[in-house]
């Protein structure tokens, strides 16, 4: 059984800095793409952030590009989202996602085979 676990979340001042972290257990012999969403209250979940299984490829969206850093410990089965810069529209409850048996990138949810339960990021203006 897969399990993500989402820490690092808090309530940060607008240009703040937070560095969240997703750490995976269970099935840790395979190969998985990582990736990052987020659903601000009364709205969808949307993409944020996504690396593939090596790291060396990685995928944003258009309103966090510049400003957040995905990366990954394999060895550490962990994934990371440096977030610079926050706003306060960046306030949200945030997921990981892994999708297994993938080398690329991926952006759409339904892709994704398993999911954490999130973490709350609230920045004030």
């Known amino acids: 059984q897969v399990q993500l676990v989402e820490s690092g979340g808090g309530l940060v001042q607008a240009g703040g800095s937070l560095r969240l972290s997703c750490a995976l257990s269970?099935?840790?012999?395979?190969?998985?793409?990582m990736g990052w969403f987020r659903q601000a209250p009364g709205k969808e979940r949307e993409f944020v952030a996504a690396i593939n299984w090596s790291g060396g490829r990685t995928y944003y969206a258009d309103s966090v590009k510049g400003r957040f850093t995905i990366s990954r410990d394999n060895p550490q089965n962990t994934v990371y989202l440096q977030m610079n810069n926050l706003k306060p529209e960046d306030t949200a409850v945030y997921y990981c996602?892994?999708?297994?048996?993938?080398?690329?990138?991926?952006?759409?949810?339904?892709?994704?085979?398993?999911w954490g339960q999130g973490t709350q990021v609230t920045v004030s203006s």
């Open positions: 996602a892994a999708k297994y048996g993938s080398l690329s990138v991926h952006s759409g949810q339904g892709e994704y085979d398993y």
């Open positions: 269970g099935r840790t012999s395979s190969t998985y793409a």
